[in-house]
T-cell receptor, first 109, second 113 residues
Framework: GQNIDQPTEMTATEGAIVQINCTYQ??????LFWYQQHAGEAPTFLSY??LDGLEEKGRFSSFLSRSKGYSYLLLKELQMKDSASYLC??????????WGAGTKLIIKP | IAGITQAPTSQILAAGRRMTLRCTQD?????MYWYRQDLGLGLRLIHY???????GKGEVPDGYSVSRANTDDFPLTLASAVPSQTSVYFC????????????FGSGTRLTVV
């Protein structure tokens, strides 16, 4: 079966750095996505990785290792507005997105 | 309209009633999707459409139907609602580009009683 694993919840301090991990087992691989979802709102696109390595976008970076079936999302200089759920999704061989259950990130002052 | 519009925003529905959730996009995206999101579970795909005139079943299609008469509209119908269909429903669309993520509508919160 296909499976995406992420921690259920993480807590971090404002101004700090946090790393959210995602491991996957899917039928084929055609890219990995990270989305941010604030409570009661729709998910919004953060990043896309298809090759191994690090993609940086401002305070957010995403890393991929296809051989390990592993990705992480790194958030730097945390702000209170970063409190949200972070969803990892993998596009499989049928070009369908398989979603993790999401990691709820709580930022404390 | 900018992006994807879903209607209604929320609805309380009696079990056994028929209900259509509306979804319209103005981005001319080829592919459209319906997901449900339940607490503790990931987004689960109900139905999808890769292009106008075609539809496909996702992970949890039972009790739901869709149509795609044109590029912009992708309605989801619950023929006879049951309490287990209480959920938040998201419509999404995507362009055909490799790195393009999905754009989501704001969601419909449906409660079946």
């Amino acid at each position: 079966g296909q499976n995406i694993d992420q921690p259920t919840e993480m807590t971090a301090t404002e101004g700090a750095i946090v790393q959210i991990n995602c491991t996957y087992q899917t039928s084929g691989f055609n890219g990995l996505f990270w989305y941010q979802q604030h409570a009661g709102e729709a998910p919004t696109f953060l990043s896309y990785n298809v090759l191994d390595g690090l993609e940086e976008k401002g305070r957010f970076s995403s890393f991929l290792s296809r051989s390990k079936g592993y990705s992480y999302l790194l958030l730097k200089e945390l702000q209170m507005k970063d409190s949200a759920s972070y969803l990892c999704a993998v596009r499989d061989s049928n070009y369908q997105l398989i979603w993790g259950a999401g990691t709820k990130l709580i930022i404390k002052p | 309209i900018a992006g994807i519009t879903q209607a209604p925003t929320s609805q309380i529905l009696a079990a056994g009633r028929r209900m259509t959730l509306r979804c319209t996009q103005d981005m001319r995206h080829n592919a459209m999707y319906w997901y449900r999101q339940d607490l503790g579970l990931g987004l689960r795909l109900i139905h999808y459409s890769n292009t106008a005139g075609t539809t496909g079943k996702g992970e949890v299609p039972d009790g739901y139907s869709v149509s795609r008469a044109n590029t912009d509209d992708f309605p989801l119908t619950l023929a006879s609602a049951v309490p287990s269909q209480t959920s938040v429903y998201f419509c999404a669309s995507s362009d055909s580009g490799e790195g393009h993520g999905y754009t989501f509508g704001s969601g419909t919160r449906l409660t079946v009683v």
